[in-house]
């Protein structure tokens, strides 16, 4: 029990000193590839660079004392960083401060359901996710991650459309014309040092060495140029209307904002007590409630749009400074240039998000995007309810992503862990994984952390790195604690590009096209579900969840019609004496005996569909005289196959005909006999295996003449086939 409660403890049955020295090499080896990845992970889960290091502190320690596995590298992932920020846009602005109460809840919600999981041992839920899905995801996923980083690979800043394939299409136009050169540069120039460097050693830390080349060319190059200035030095008018205009919008809409949570909160107070009193229909105010948030919701659609418009603007403006203007130069454009002024040759633009400008402060950008200021110090608080609801209420909100983002996480995490326990001979038990993830996300969650996984690139390097145990996972954490404590200003120089490069060289990994091969090979059906699962991912991302639900929807469709109508194959003798099924293998039948197979469990699903196919048979062959059943591929049988088998002894012996069945198994010969099924039938018509059940029936048949050439004269059966 105690090594159940702390399976940590195992590590230290022969620990010495030679493990401890490889698990910290391999501990501070997994840090130099987790702190930019990390950083680079959280904004694609829409979340300020920073709360990467977050999330990278907590879980992969607690991860790892609490798991089964000892070379797994759990933090943050792409995958479940891009299905944290897909989850969440429809709730709240991403990087603000209600998005970012969101993503800790949702951290602290996916680690609840996988530790309920783990502690009530139903790991196998994690099969409600089939390989061909999965595959079809993943893939589609890989893609979007990858695209989704090209606006800060060019430097260009566009608003994201209701589909990502139009947000693409966006990104493409804006780079066109407005690309930033020297970004571009850096970002593939990262892309070269992370693909040389895993060429020439997989060993070295080639994402770490890429991001310290590019630190030091942006800090010594003037990479990063940014001013801050007043809103009255920029001299065009009708760039400060369009700037007051988007901060009046921003602010409406905040105050919609409340407005909307103030009449959901009251109209969850009236539906309460009108349910206390047992009232079903809907009062007056209840519905005015409803009413009126109709009317605020399509308010505020209507002001997004009208920001949106004034944010592309405003993005697309390009302004011109004097030379050597000093630090808070005046911003002219194209039309209000003076003739006789010099200027600086940049092109700053206004950086503009979702967020209200700060018309004292507006930042303006006059060269490549770095990570900038990351606060110091460690982040240990209990996690806040976003604004405007309950810890119950976001909980309840966010469980149905949470559940998804459970399942996917944890699926990746013990793919990895299984393959290197194949290497290292380890034991793993997956429900304690599943407690080792969810205490990783929940203790994570009092972190700061958003929702985290398993790596496969981390865990690849930890592997590689000779890691014994779970300590090396604790040194990591400590190496983030460090970084956070006392480094953080080494990454301000750090650029946004990189970032986006150590995603896609990162993503790539996660493409295997394959896999739908192997699918299509293995079954056609379970082929075309992956390309489905694919093409559906691609076109609802950013909302993934809904490519996972079509491809989930398709494998239980697929798998309710295949109980519904099993295989029933009629069986005749090929060349090498043994039965097959005659359709598919072209063989001739025997007009008098038919020998059916039926491939399923005989269930309420099913039960009439033998005897429609026993009937069909009896129809195409008016010389017809036995029916027989081989009975081996029959695993199971309920009260409705049961009953169906009755009906069919009825309707097959009623028409001048008999019925017996070969290779019942002792679990359907059970049900038979406690039915008194068995009785009806007779003993003397169940035979053990196929070659006595013809035998028998053959001289039955056949005894008062000689049926010529009959496929199954002389049947000497080895096995049955096809």
């Known amino acids: ?109 996916v680690g609840c359901f996988q530790l309920f999981l783990g502690v009530f041992k139903l790991g196998l839920v994690v099969n409600l996710l ?41 990104v493409g136009k804006s780079a066109i014309h407005y690309t930033h050169l020297p970004t571009l540069g850096l970002g593939i120039l990262a892309i070269a040092i992370m693909v040389i460097l895993k060429r020439v050693n997989p060993r070295i830390p080639s994402v770490l060495v890429a991001v310290a080349v590019t630190i030091l060319i942006s800090k010594f190059t003037g990479f990063n140029n940014d001013k801050f200035i007043p809103l009255e030095n920029i001299k065009d008018p009708q760039i400060v209307k369009t700037i007051t205009g988007f901060n009046a919008d921003v602010n409406k809409i905040e105050e919609l904002g409340e407005q909307r949570a103030k009449l959901n909160h009251d109209l969850k107070i009236i539906k309460g007590e009108e349910k206390d009193h047992g009232l079903h229909i809907a009062s007056e105010k209840e519905l005015d409630i409803e009413h009126h948030l109709a009317i605020i919701q399509a308010k505020i659609a209507q002001i997004k749009g009208a920001a949106h418009i004034k944010r592309e603007n405003l993005r697309l403006v390009h302004f011109a400074v004097e030379k050597d203007a000093g630090e808070t130069p005046v911003f002219y454009t194209g039309s209000t240039l003076p003739n006789s002024l010099e200027t600086d040759n940049h092109k700053w633009r206004i950086k503009v998000g979702n967020k209200l400008l700060d018309v004292k402060n507006l930042k303006m950008i006059g060269a490549g995007a770095v990570v900038g200021d990351i606060p110091r110090g460690l982040k240990i608080s209990i996690p806040k309810a976003p604004e405007g609801t309950s810890y119950i209420a976001a909980f309840i909100q966010l469980l149905p992503f949470a559940i998804i983002i459970s399942l996917l996480g944890f699926m990746e995490a013990i793919a990895i862990a299984k393959s290197m326990a194949a290497k290292t001979g380890q034991k793993l038990d997956p429900n304690q994984e599943l407690i080792g993830q969810g205490l990783g996300n929940i203790i994570g969650a009092f972190g700061q952390s958003y929702a985290v996984s398993g790596s496969f690139s981390r865990s690849a390097v ?155 048979y009896i129809a195409e062959k008016p010389d017809l005289m036995h029916i027989l059943i081989a009975s081996k591929g029959i695993n199971d049988i309920d009260a409705s196959g049961e009953d169906a088998i009755s009906i069919l002894i009825d309707t097959v012996r009623g028409s001048g005909r008999e019925i017996s069945f070969c290779g019942v198994k002792e679990e359907v010969l059970a049900v038979m006999e406690r039915t008194h099924l068995i009785d009806k039938l007779g003993k003397e018509n169940i035979y053990p295996d196929t070659r006595s059940a013809l035998e028998s029936i053959y001289r039955q048949i056949h005894s008062k003449g000689d049926c010529g050439d009959c496929p199954l004269k002389n049947y000497m059966p080895v096995q049955i086939r096809g």
């Open 130 to 170: 089939s390989h061909p899905v999965v595959n079809g995801f993943t893939n589609a996923a890989a893609i979007v991650i990858a695209s989704s980083q090209f606006s800060k690979l060019f430097g260009v800043y566009v608003d994201k459309a209701p589909h990502h394939y139009q947000t693409i299409i966006n």
């Open 462 to 616: 930890n592997l590689q790195a000779n890691a014994v145990s779970g300590i090396s996972s604790v040194v990591t954490s400590i190496m983030v604690a460090l970084t956070l404590l006392f480094f953080t200003p080494l990454l301000y120089h750090l650029p946004q590009a990189v970032l986006a490069a150590v995603i896609m060289m990162a993503v790539i990994g996660l493409v295997n096209t394959s896999g739908f091969i192997h699918a299509w090979k293995a079954k056609r059906s379970e082929g075309i579900i992956s390309v489905i699962a694919f093409v559906c991912t691609l076109y609802f991302a950013p909302h993934l969840e809904e490519g996972i639900m079509v491809g989930v929807g398709l494998t239980f469709t697929m798998f309710i019609y295949q109980h519904l109508r099993p295989r029933v194959a009629l069986l005749s003798k090929s060349k090498d004496d043994t039965l097959r099924d005659a359709v598919k293998a072209g063989l001739r039948e025997c007009d008098h005996i038919a020998v059916i197979r039926f491939d399923g469990s005989l269930i309420f699903t099913n039960a009439t569909y033998l005897e429609d196919k026993v009937l069909t």
């Open 1 to 109: 029990m105690i090594y159940k409660l702390f399976p940590f403890l195992l590590w230290f049955s022969d620990y010495n000193k030679d493990k401890l020295s490889a698990d910290v090499i391999a501990g501070i080896t997994v840090a130099m590839v987790l702190i930019p990845q990390s950083m680079a992970y959280a904004q694609l889960a829409g979340l300020p660079a920073y709360y990467g290091l977050y999330a990278a502190f907590l879980p992969p320690m607690v991860a790892s004392l609490f798991g089964s596995s000892r070379q797994l590298a759990t933090g943050p992932v792409a995958v479940v960083s891009l299905m944290s920020a897909a989850s969440l846009e429809p709730l709240a602005t991403a990087g603000g401060p209600q998005f970012i109460a969101y993503s800790i809840i949702l951290a602290l919600t």
